[in-house]
């Protein structure tokens, strides 16, 4: 710290000189709280987010795919875990937050609230769930806060593998029968719009963006992340022979890029305020898989106190 120098002023500096906010600096309380609430949905997105692929991992149609789509649901509680950490290293408890998920009063992507009801949905989850979670994540790296931006960028190479396998098992659809087409077309269908909306409320509806840009925890809006995710994906869409469901969706040569229609806005605050088609079974899920598993933690306890017990 410069001598003289403010935790504040510290802090201001910090974030103008794009250097990293540690635990142990000085921040604003907002800045901490912010964190803690954006990195808890994050971890509990992760979470929660095994579910509806877990969902095919015993219908998977090849062992290679099930190999695959079990590891991939073991990264997602991966970033999970350490996303919990990095929320740990802001003062706040793990047993704590899980406890505002299993309450309802912490959010979770709505994305995680629509159900998987083919073999498609696991293709079309790591093409456009995984592609748009890396959208927005690869700004996370840059983000002010050292813990956060750190894990974001382990988590997004996993993530990218993610997303290539999700193409590949459309891309495996698209050249198969006509009836495994249409599947693919069906699950683009059915993801394409809630895809757009994990995205957040336009910029002008947004309650966080303004402050959280200026404290660079957020570096590019949700809008323009949007626009950056329809602009990716449109080819990829054209490259797999599959029609995006959006009859508005045309290249503008002046903006140089794709304008697209409106999202149902009403549909997304239902699914984010908990009246998703599968929000209540998603949380019951988890809260029952939280109370079988109490043996193994209470296990996991007892094991490592008497293992500190026979150290000292
Ligand atoms: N769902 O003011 P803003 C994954 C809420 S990726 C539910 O714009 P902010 C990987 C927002 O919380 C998915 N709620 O908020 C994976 C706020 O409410 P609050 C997770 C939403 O924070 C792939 C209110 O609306 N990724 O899991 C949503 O500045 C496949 C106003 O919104 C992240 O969490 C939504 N979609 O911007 C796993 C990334 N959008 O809190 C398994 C980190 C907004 O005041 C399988 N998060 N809300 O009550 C972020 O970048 C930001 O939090 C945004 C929202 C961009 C999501």
């Keep these: ?32 709280k912010t964190l803690i609430r954006q990195i808890a949905q994050h971890a509990h997105s992760e979470i929660i987010g095994m579910q509806p692929e877990g ?11 099930k190999a695959i789509l079990m590891a991939k649901v073991q990264d997602e509680a991966g970033h999970g875990l350490y996303l919990y950490s990095a929320a740990e290293t802001l003062g706040v408890g793990r047993d704590e937050l899980v406890e505002h998920l299993h309450s309802g009063r912490h959010k979770y992507s709505s994305i995680f ?14 093409w456009l769930v995984d592609g748009a979670a890396i959208t927005n994540q690869v700004m996370l ?8 931006a750190r894990a974001m960028v382990r988590i997004c190479r ?22 495994q087409k249409q599947m693919a ?3 683009l269908n059915r993801w394409w719009w809630p895809a757009l909306m994990m995205f957040g409320p336009h910029d002008t509806d947004s309650t966080h963006t303004q402050q959280s840009m200026a404290w660079k925890i957020k570096r590019v809006s949700n809008d323009d992340l949007r626009q950056q995710f329809v602009d990716m994906t ?33 549909e997304f605050w239902r699914v984010v305020k908990g009246f998703g088609p599968e929000s209540r079974d998603r949380l019951a899920h988890k809260v029952r898989a939280w109370e079988e598993g109490a ?18």
Aim: glycine fraction near 8%; proline fraction near 7%.
């Design 158 to 179: 996993e993530e990218s593998f993610h997303q290539r396998q999700g193409f590949e098992i459309m891309l495996t659809l698209c050249r198969g029968t006509p009836e």
């Design 113 to 126: 609230n629509y159900p998987t009801l083919t073999w498609a949905d696991i293709g079309a989850i790591g």
């Design 1 to 32: 710290m410069g001598i003289g120098m403010t935790g504040q002023e510290r802090f201001e500096q910090l974030i103008a000189s794009d250097e990293k906010v540690e635990p142990t600096d000085w921040m604003p309380e907002g800045y901490r």
């Design 55 to 65: 969902n095919w991992i015993t219908r998977a149609p090849t062992l290679r795919r």
């Design 234 to 266: 449109v080819p990829q869409a054209e490259y797999l022979g599959l029609t995006i469901p959006d009859p508005e969706l045309k290249w503008n040569p002046e903006r140089g890029h794709y304008d697209f229609g409106e999202i149902d806005w009403d």
């Design 295 to 312: 043996w193994v933690r209470e296990a996991a306890a007892a094991y490592a106190a008497k293992h500190r017990k026979e150290a000292a």
């Design 141 to 148: 790296t840059r983000c002010s806060y050292g813990p956060y």
């Design 185 to 187: 077309q069906d699950a």
